[in-house]
């Protein structure tokens, strides 16, 4: 399986390239070939589409997942989004859930964060690929020299981001942001999921992430840009 390096005209790139030539990317392409040819299932079939969907020059908010989802249809390369017609899983409704509260926005009609990835918010997991039924079956396996260096990235770029840290894991990368020292905000809570969402020391839902992280882009002149308006016949 080679690795998928499809990212026309990204600002990305020289930091992917740099990655897949060290021995952490040629360690994983070998590793990635070696399970496909076992007939290992190998979810997303686009682990790269967050850094297509998001270059860094539009990143304005950055949201750190750990792991693909590792069911059939449900990883499409953005951490925590699933393709419409998907379910919700309980982390991504939990998310909702707490937009609702802050933001007084609806749920969407589905599962897809498409949209938030094209309005720079950039979804990324830790590692990249997964194996069917397996979670965290491709961790410590080179993917993470790779994500880490894109969040160093985005924190060494002076334009205004905020980093949604969610969960223990999201939140060992702070170092990572912090020493930049770009003055990025950084906001960590719990992780999303059930089983934490609502338990000290920071619930996820009352986090009010959303609202702190808009009022805050928006002072720097850094808000969502306005969808167009269509043009009159």
């Not at 390096?5 to 992917?16: A, G």
């Not at 979670?135 to 993470?144: D, L, V």
């Given at each position: 399986?080679k690795?998928?390096?499809r990212?026309?005209?990204?600002?990305w790139?020289?930091?992917?390239?740099?990655w897949?030539a060290s021995?952490a990317g040629?360690?994983?392409?070998?590793?990635?070939?070696?399970?496909?040819?076992?007939?290992a299932?190998?979810?997303?079939?686009?682990?790269?589409?967050?850094?297509?969907?998001t270059?860094?020059?539009?990143?304005?908010v950055v949201?750190?997942g750990?792991?693909?989802?590792?069911?059939?249809?449900q990883?499409?390369?953005?951490?925590f989004?699933?393709?419409?017609g998907?379910p919700?899983?309980?982390?991504?409704?939990?998310?909702?859930?707490?937009?609702?509260?802050?933001?007084?926005?609806?749920?969407?009609?589905?599962?897809?964060?498409?949209?938030w990835?094209?309005?720079?918010?950039?979804?990324?997991?830790a590692?990249?690929?997964?194996?069917?039924?397996?979670?965290?079956?491709?961790a410590g396996?080179?993917?993470?020299?790779?994500?880490d260096?894109l969040?160093?990235?985005?924190?060494?770029?002076p334009a205004?981001k905020?980093?949604?840290?969610?969960?223990?894991?999201?939140q060992a990368?702070?170092?990572?942001i912090?020493a930049?020292?770009?003055?990025?905000l950084?906001?960590?809570?719990n992780h999303p999921?059930?089983?934490?969402?609502?338990?000290?020391?920071?619930?996820?839902i009352g986090?009010?992430h959303?609202?702190?992280a808009?009022?805050w882009l928006?002072?720097?002149g850094?808000?969502?840009?306005?969808a167009?308006?269509?043009?009159?016949?």
């Amino acid at each position: 399986m080679k690795l998928p390096l499809r990212l026309p005209s990204t600002d990305w790139l020289p930091v992917v390239e740099a990655w897949a030539a060290s021995p952490a990317g040629q360690r994983l392409e070998a590793f990635l070939e070696e399970r496909a040819a076992t007939g290992a299932t190998i979810y997303p079939p686009e682990p790269l589409r967050a850094l297509t969907l998001t270059p860094l020059s539009q990143t304005r908010v950055v949201i750190l997942g750990q792991d693909p989802y590792h069911g059939p249809g449900q990883a499409e390369g953005l951490s925590f989004s699933v393709p419409p017609g998907v379910p919700l899983p309980p982390s991504l409704r939990n998310i909702f859930k707490e937009i609702q509260r802050d933001l007084g926005k609806p749920f969407p009609p589905n599962g897809s964060l498409v949209r938030w990835a094209e309005g720079g918010t950039l979804l990324l997991n830790a590692v990249l690929t997964v194996e069917d039924g397996q979670p965290a079956s491709h961790a410590g396996q080179g993917w993470e020299a790779l994500t880490d260096a894109l969040i160093k990235a985005a924190a060494q770029d002076p334009a205004p981001k905020v980093f949604m840290l969610w969960g223990a894991y999201a939140q060992a990368k702070a170092p990572l942001i912090e020493a930049a020292g770009q003055g990025h905000l950084v906001l960590k809570a719990n992780h999303p999921s059930p089983l934490s969402a609502l338990k000290p020391p920071r619930p996820f839902i009352g986090c009010g992430h959303f609202s702190t992280a808009k009022a805050w882009l928006e002072e720097r002149g850094r808000g969502r840009p306005a969808a167009p308006k269509p043009q009159a016949d």
